[in-house]
């Protein structure tokens, strides 16, 4: 049994310099989105996401969807709070984005918040000949590519709940 501290998010909220995002109002989330992009008259044959954010969400939307063909690529450009390398590098293990080439790619991610990775990342796959629209939860306004389906926008600081915690240690 998992004991979460009093303020640990289990449902949404907001205080006066985050959003909060707790695991119900993702659940509806993920569905209002997966119903946007079939809305829209995309229909995927695969949903890729960018690691680790977009993994919870890509899952998700995938069931949603169902679209049984799901992959991701690492990709690192927030090293902490504030903290960012010059730009988003990444890493292995690599995606076989060649068998890509010619699908239909949902692309998800949490946030688009510069915006550079989910560039890189949609520019990667466009380059091997790849149909590609973008998903993410949040856009904030400095986004330099604001995705094709978007949940919210904020400018505000997101706590996700797959992340409001710290890492799990060993207890004695």
Known sequence: MVLL????????GRDSTREILGWLEFGEAARELAQDVLASGFRPDVVVAIARGGLVLAGAISYALDTKMCGSINVEFYTGVDSVLDRPVILPPALDAPALAGKRVLLVDDVSDSGRTLELVRGLLRDIGADVHTVCLYAKPRTILEPDHVWRHTADWITFPWSALPPVTVST
């Open 5 to 12: 501290p009093e303020d640990a998010p289990i449902d949404a």
